[in-house]
């Protein structure tokens, strides 16, 4: 369905950048993805219908789980169909990882959800969910 293109700290900057700094940087994607960073430990995936960005999704890996952060989805690209490929795309290959979600969409949690993950608790106003390990 989408071309996956993997991208880390060591990757080409200038190519990432040409497709994500626009998420960055202007207002309008500010707004819907207001903790959106790029750093050094993330990975990034981005997901390519015909060599234009649908949509991305990161990963932070640490000592105790892997979250998946940034899953996002271009207003053109936003049906359950799409969403449901790119998650289980990331959680194949993530599958023996102790995952992690944070979200505060009904949808994303539903989907989710139909994926095996396990609501664990709430952060402030945000879902968050496991898969993994035992809630």
Excluded: H
């Amino acid at each position: 369905m989408f071309e996956v293109k993997e991208y880390m700290d060591s990757c080409n900057n200038e190519e990432f950048y040409r497709y994500m700094g626009r998420f960055f940087a202007e207002r309008i994607f500010r707004k819907e993805l207001p903790y959106l960073i790029n750093d050094s430990e993330k990975i990034w995936y981005l997901f390519f219908d015909k060599k234009v960005l649908a949509g991305f999704c990161g990963v932070v890996m640490n000592q105790n789980s892997t979250s998946f952060t940034d899953f996002y989805l271009l207003p053109s690209y936003r049906n359950l169909e799409n969403k449901r490929f790119m998650a289980q795309y990331m959680l194949d290959l993530y599958q023996t990882e102790k995952i992690r979600i944070l979200t505060n969409s009904q949808e994303e949690m539903n989907l989710w959800q139909s994926l095996g993950f396990l609501r664990n608790g709430n952060k402030g106003s945000y879902a968050t969910y496991i898969y993994g390990e035992k809630v």
